[in-house]
Nanobody
Framework: QVHVVESGGGSVQAGGSLRLSCVVS????????MGWFRQAPGKEREFVSA????????NYADSVQGRFAISRDNDRNAVYLQMNSLKPEDTAVYFC????????????????????????WGQGTQVTVSS
């Protein structure tokens, strides 16, 4: 059984920073893709950022580009999201996702932002940014 566990959420004022962590455990496999999505109250889940196994490809939503940074530690099967210059509109539950299936050659960038391309999901961690 695979477990995906996020941590690091919390409440901050606008302009502040938070670092989210996510660890995948339970069964040994290669996480070809790891990503972050978020869902605000009354809104659909949206893509935030993703990174490939070798970290040679990273994508960010336009709304977080330049403020958020994704990284991973394959030895720990973990992915991190450093969030700086937070805004009230960043308030949401942040979900970590992992993909076990091999990524078809040349398609990493195409599938990174698609929730159905991920195989495992965490329960989410709340991020609240006050103005």
């Amino acid at each position: 059984q695979v477990h995906v566990v996020e941590s690091g959420g919390g409440s901050v004022q606008a302009g502040g920073s938070l670092r989210l962590s996510c660890v995948v455990s339970g069964r040994t496999f290669m996480t070809y893709l790891m990503g972050w999505f978020r869902q605000a109250p009354g809104k659909e889940r949206e893509f935030v950022s993703a990174i490939t196994w070798a970290a040679n490809s990273r994508n960010y939503a336009d709304s977080v580009q330049g403020r958020f940074a994704i990284s991973r530690d394959n030895d720990r099967n973990a992915v991190y999201l450093q969030m700086n210059s937070l805004k009230p509109e960043d308030t949401a539950v942040y979900f970590c996702a992992a993909r076990e299936r091999v990524i078809p050659a040349g398609q990493a960038s195409e599938i990174m932002g698609l929730a159905y391309e991920y195989d495992y999901w965490g329960q989410g961690t709340q991020v609240t940014v006050s103005s």
